[in-house]
């Protein structure tokens, strides 16, 4: 069975200061993986995604996350976060068992001055 | 171009009563999914739609809810009878290719009352 574990449901971080959100899954064939962003009151936003390829992926907004198929995690970091960092942050896999993506229970990121 | 759109934004509801939910992906996309999305919750699988073929209704909570999607393009998420526990945020998605990255649209926020 396919399934994603955010192990943090809030990060609470200062700015400027670096952040990592965890994110592990569970899947028995390959795996496309993904990080969303949600602002208040808004849709969902791509963040990254690792398909093939190098295992270091960079995204928008200074985000990057390195996929590790010996540990299944996909975490996400960034050096230095903003104020306008503070989301929800998802992590999402989808593999050839199914044809939904699954998510993960969310992580909520604050940004503190 | 277009992103994913949703209608309404906002709905709210009597219990016992129906609503219908709609979506309309990016145009050329053949995947298009629903989920909910409850209050501090992450995002459950709804039901998928993949070009002509019969829809993956797996996620689909009750027999009270259901979809469909005319020509390949709208979708039209109902549920009847509509019950407190149903209120929550319908996102849509829609992708290129299953599995690939979901384009979110800005979601309905239905509350049944």
């Known amino acids: 069975a396919q399934s994603v574990t955010q192990l943090d449901s809030q990060v609470p971080v200062f700015e400027e200061a670096p952040v990592e959100l965890r994110c592990n899954y569970s899947?028995?064939?390959?795996?496309?993986l993904f990080w969303y962003v949600q602002y208040p009151n808004q849709g969902l936003q791509l963040l990254l995604k690792?398909?093939?390829?190098?295992?270091l992926v960079k995204g928008i907004n200074g985000f990057e996350a390195e996929f590790n198929k010996s540990q299944t995690s996909f975490h996400l970091r960034k050096p230095s976060v903003h104020i306008s960092d503070t989301a929800e942050y998802f992590c999402?896999?989808?593999?050839?068992?199914?044809?939904?993506?699954?998510f993960g229970a969310g992580t909520r990121l604050t940004v503190k001055p | 171009g277009a992103g994913v759109s949703q209608s309404p934004s906002n709905k709210v509801t009597e219990k016992g009563k129906d609503v219908e939910l709609r979506c309309d992906p990016i145009?050329?996309?053949?995947?298009l999914y629903w989920y909910r999305q409850s209050l501090g919750q992450g995002l459950e699988f709804l039901i998928y739609?993949?070009?002509?073929?019969?829809?993956?209704k797996s996620g689909l909570p009750s027999d009270r809810f259901s979809a469909e999607r005319t020509g390949g393009s709208v979708s039209t998420l109902t549920i009847q009878r509509t019950q407190q526990e149903d209120s929550a945020v319908y996102l849509c998605?829609?992708?290129?290719?299953?599995?690939?990255?979901?384009?979110f649209g800005p979601g309905t926020r239905l509350t049944v009352t």
């Open positions: 998605a829609s992708s290129l290719e299953p599995r690939h990255e979901q384009y």
């Open positions: 899947s028995s064939v390959s795996v496309y």
């Open positions: 690792y398909l093939s390829g190098s295992t």
């Open positions: 999402a896999v989808s593999d050839q068992s199914r044809n939904d993506m699954r």
């Open positions: 145009s050329g996309h053949t995947a």
């Open positions: 739609f993949q070009g002509n073929s019969a829809p993956d």
